[in-house]
């Protein structure tokens, strides 16, 4: 590989806890100073080091700390946070979800956190047959897609991080994504933007009166100049097939009748360097059903390329490309999907009435033209479908952990020319990466011209950091001969200002100049995302050293932020992804400073629900890595050391307190907590073996040992009746309690006295009612990988179930054949199912219950002591629950968890909600009973 010489060590601000001592001592100066200033804002204000620090990185290679963080409340807090801005000569970045890929959300001044007040649908508007949406920046995609779908509507620019990125994001960003190739990107459905001016004023684009004279007149005298420029004109007349989000967007604008209109297109891909949007008018449409979907391995580049353009023809909904670099990296860890060798693949989408006939069409097209490998269509069924699309949905993930020191930054990442350049451009990209011996994955939105390039770099290597500036300048080189763009829809950022010229030219750049001129003439809007002087290599954050492995998988793109029931509650940069950084802020400062404290408080929020690890593309698991950082006390060491090594001696201590403090707890913590068995559980092995049957080893699990609730008595019957053969051999606690506190040795030592105990031949299966058992069950091959147990462990986990996944699977449904109980029963999928990749924990009650419907999937906030120490945090998490309960009306809540249990009876009971809550085991042995099974 190609290497320039060794230099040294750049700056890494991650990595230099001196700079985090140095802003510190800066920021008290600052501190009285800002809050001063920022007085009159009714929204959040952070001025303390460690949320500083959860904000100073998006989904980019860089980190920028802020001076000061604000969550306004409103368009009128907006302003007020500019004034500020402004008195204090400090900058101003709008922040959504931090998605952003070129580092646009980040800046030294204030950040404005959009999401978390500002995210409101306002509703739908029809004007003369055609539909719009009014909503505030902070509507996330998906949720603002859910509203839109229960009217048959859709916004149809939607890129693939739709779960987590908001609407003010997509405009800032003019994001757009596979469909681009029949709907266009975010700009074509922007109609009006409310935004805050630098000046501090509340602009109205549908309003002219709000439009100040030196906006309008600026923008008129602007459009006439460039209108006059025939050279301007000739070339962007020249790049009107490419899609770009590439600088300001002046063909739009150039395109519109009205001021309004003007400003409004100019907003789209303006990276908050023009205005900070505040409300948003948005046009949709109506949803179109039916898809058919084709994938086409073709044996030459050439030929995959150039069958884009005439595919277009056909009028698809997403034509989207792999190189074969790219089928090559997912053909090698997925063998079962079969790939041909040494092909390159288009992916086509159709959808509507004729979407059978279209398929015809392409086919025919294609056998015509090309020498195919493989064409393989599915115009119904939606299963096949998605194994069609599994393909390319495969690549991100395994990109993700290709190598262990090695990740697909995105640096180059976005460039898009028009369709019959692609196949020119990806070869030439290819012999690049030849040169310098690097692999680089190359796919993408082919039916609009964009590719997403992914070289495989360990940027953690400062010599690969000096290679980078180098690589781009080479990729953008091929890209600009082309006529091509640099970003078809990722965005301006920190990643790009420094090739902005070099893209346009002197005429156009110049122009792009003046337009931030008429906005902006102080530059406190987002300043270094469109112009400045910057190295691509300025504000890298790449650390040398990472806390453990699952902070070098995260690639920080937030996805994890949907499902973490803490990310959900409090909004703006909070729970998963803002842990990592407060984990990485605490390893830079010392221990004892109170910045450091007020981290370790914030951490203790984390509910240990896994979660995150769920979501995740890169398998990190922020809760795992949490656990691994703590440090408990000597008392809690030493009960848990008591706990793990000696369990009857633990439950014996634990039974005794437990009885005694149980009344005193009830009534100091409000809470019905349930009774304390008096004596030791026994339960008797099954009487009757039969030698066809299956055994079934139960773990019982220390909820269950402890609880006087007769839930382990209720598994053993139902399992009996249901025709297993019952096993109960000796065990200690599943060691949750302990890895919870990163107490790993102790967790090995009784995994290993489990392992030892449950890899008995004997046993086919080993079930259990507690989701944290299953999982931690599950774990065990993982955890004792490397011991000399490690193929017990293994064994353990593939013969673990939870009950009801255990009785979906193995049950004989003719023992159902009874009268289902006459219930509405609705399930809860408890947090540590999910993280063990059970997801059909549920089913086996359709066959009992007259009513089953499933709960909203997401965390109660139970766990465990959890729903104590952070009583109103875990009720607050709850509420999501509640809605779905209230809507649903069930009879009764089943669920495999005891915490969930005890969260779902607190939860109701203070909320007047009259409903029973049972473990799954319960009902089944009421159905039994009914029935005289
Ligand atoms: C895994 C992954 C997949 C992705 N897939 C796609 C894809 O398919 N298509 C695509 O286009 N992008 C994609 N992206 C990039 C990213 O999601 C988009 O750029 C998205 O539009 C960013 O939205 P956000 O809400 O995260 O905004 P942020 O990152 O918070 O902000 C983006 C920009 O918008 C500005 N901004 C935000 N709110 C406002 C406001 N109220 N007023 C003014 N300016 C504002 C910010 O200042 C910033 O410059 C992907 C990213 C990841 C990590
Ligand atoms: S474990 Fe749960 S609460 Fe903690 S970061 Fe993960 S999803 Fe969030
Ligand atoms: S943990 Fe995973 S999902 Fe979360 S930010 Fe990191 S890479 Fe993304």
Redesign the pocket.
Known sequence: MKQPPERLMPVRISEISEIVDTLSSIRRKRMNHTKKALQNVRGEVYTDLATLYCYST??SIYQVMPAAVVCPADAKD?RECVKAAKELGISV??????????G??L?KGII?D??KN?NHILGIVEKDGEFFVDVE??V??NDLQEYLGEKGLFLP??????E???????????????KSVKYG??DDYVIDVE?VSADGEIIDTARAETIPDQISGGLLDLKKQILADTDTIACLESKKDVKT?SGYNIMEMLDQDSTGGMIAHL?SG?????????RIRLKVLGIVSGTAISAIYFKKLYDASDAVQHIKKLDPVKIEMMDSTSLEIVRAEHPDMGIPANVRALFVEFEGDDRKSKIDDLERMIHERYDVCLIFSESEDEEVQERIWAVRKAL?PILTNYDEDMKPD?FID?VAVSVPDLAPLICDMHEIFEEYGITSAVYG?AGSGNLHIRPMLNLNDTRNIDLMPELVDRVYDVVFKYGGTMT??????RLRTMFLEKEWGRGIYGYMQQIKEIFDPDGI??PD?IFSDRQITDDIKYPTEYINKFEKKC?????CKSVCPISITLKGESGSRSFLQLARFRKLESPGHSESRSAGKMLNTCLGCLRCATRC?SHASIGELLFSQKTPPIYTRQAMRTWASNYNRFERYTRFFGRIGTPAARLLLGRDIPKIRRAPLVLDECMEQNPDAMNVAVFVGCASALFDDQVAEAMIRVLAKSGFNVFIPEQQCCGLPMIEEGLYDLVKDTARKNVAAFADERYDAIVTSCASCTMMLKKFEELLSEDELGDAAARVSSITYDIGEFLAKHLDDSILSGKKLDIRAAYHNPCHLAAAGVGNGGGILAKVVSEFVELDDGCCGGAGTYSFLHSDLSMKVFERKLDDIRKIDPDVIVTTCPSCELQFRHGLSRNGVDCEVRNIVEILDRYYNENRV
């Open positions: 998006d989904a907006v970045t709008a922040r959504a979800a931090g998605t952003n890929l070129a646009s959300c800046g404005l959009i999401s500002m920046p902070g996330v995609i620019s939607d890129p693939s991080s739709s987590i990125c908001m609407v003010g994001g997509n405009i800032g960003t003019k994001a757009s994504g596979a990107t975010t935004f989000a907003m303006s990276v908050g360097t023009l205005g900070i949007f505040t991100v995105a976005d939105h078809g829809e990722h965005g301006m950022g809007l987002n995302v690639i920080n793109c937030g996805y593309p």
